[in-house]
């Protein structure tokens, strides 16, 4: 049986077309990591789109506090700690134990700043800021043989929640040897204004097991670029589909006949 000589042509286009087609429905995903490593390696491969941006409370002074709705290093902080009266706020601690990049941290104080204890199981913490790929930060604990349990923290950005399970293990953190559990989301593709942070499972009690947070990061646009490795605009795709489609379909109306 004759087959056109275009026919293996036109194939090609045509599995080319569907490829694209389809290309313009994939997107990149929210990533979860509990590695400062991997988490960074994620941010870079972003660069030069975005840079990242830690805040690490140095600039701050022990005592500092931040009240509910106020900001601190381009991040509104918005949050909901029981306990009281008076009611408790967040503040930068710095003693009697550093931070995992510094001497400072966030803690919870009740006497504004004069003393500072820590997070507890039903305290939550609501983030806003610019536009950014990527929220992660580390979660201090007392010392790498704390036992973690699931959902003991809970971080949400990117539409995606990074719970803790039993598994999770905290691991000291240079230059301090502080122990500390990494939390972070990544999305290279989309950006974000908010972050959460509970600690224990929504509705679950409150009190027990303690917690302290430092060294928040997230990105910071650089310029208008598209980020490495981003997905090429649907409208684009569609009309180059669209156009090799065409080109695929003209070439059957007037085939070139091989003989077999």
Do not use: C
């Not at 979860?32 to 409370?57: C, E, G, K, Q, W």
């Not at 009281?84 to 504004?112: H, R, Y």
């Not at 490495?228 to 795709?237: H, K, Q, R």
């Amino acid at each position: 049986m004759a087959r056109t000589g275009t026919y293996f042509w036109n194939k090609k286009l045509l599995i080319g077309a569907i490829a694209i087609f389809g290309a313009t429905t994939a997107q990149a995903v929210p990533t979860t990591y509990t590695s400062r490593a991997a988490f960074d390696a994620a941010i870079a491969a972003i660069l030069p789109a975005v840079n990242p941006n830690i805040i690490n409370f140095e600039s701050a002074s022990g005592g500092d506090v931040i009240p509910t709705g106020s900001s601190f290093g381009g991040v509104t902080f918005t949050y909901t700690i029981p306990g009281g009266p008076p009611p408790f706020q967040i503040g930068v601690n710095n003693s009697p134990l550093a931070g995992t990049s510094g001497s400072n941290f966030l803690g919870v104080t009740n006497d504004n700043g004069a003393s500072f204890g820590q997070f507890a199981l039903g305290d939550q913490i609501n983030f806003s800021f610019s536009a950014s790929h990527a929220f992660g930060m580390y979660i201090i604990v007392g010392d790498t043989s704390f036992d973690l349990f699931d959902d003991d923290v809970n971080l949400t950005f990117a539409g995606t929640t990074l719970s803790s399970v039993n598994a999770d293990t905290a691991t000291n953190v240079s230059p301090n040897n502080v122990a500390a559990l990494f939390v972070g989301i990544v999305d290279s593709a989309t950006t974000y204004t908010t972050a959460s942070l509970l600690f224990g499972p929504p509705g679950g009690p409150s009190g027990g097991a303690f917690f302290e947070i430092d060294d928040i990061i997230k990105t910071s646009p650089t310029g208008s670029g598209v980020p490495d490795g981003s997905v090429p605009e649907p409208a684009t795709l569609a009309l180059l589909g669209a156009g090799i489609l065409g080109i695929t379909l003209a070439r059957r109306k007037k085939p070139i006949m091989r003989q077999s």
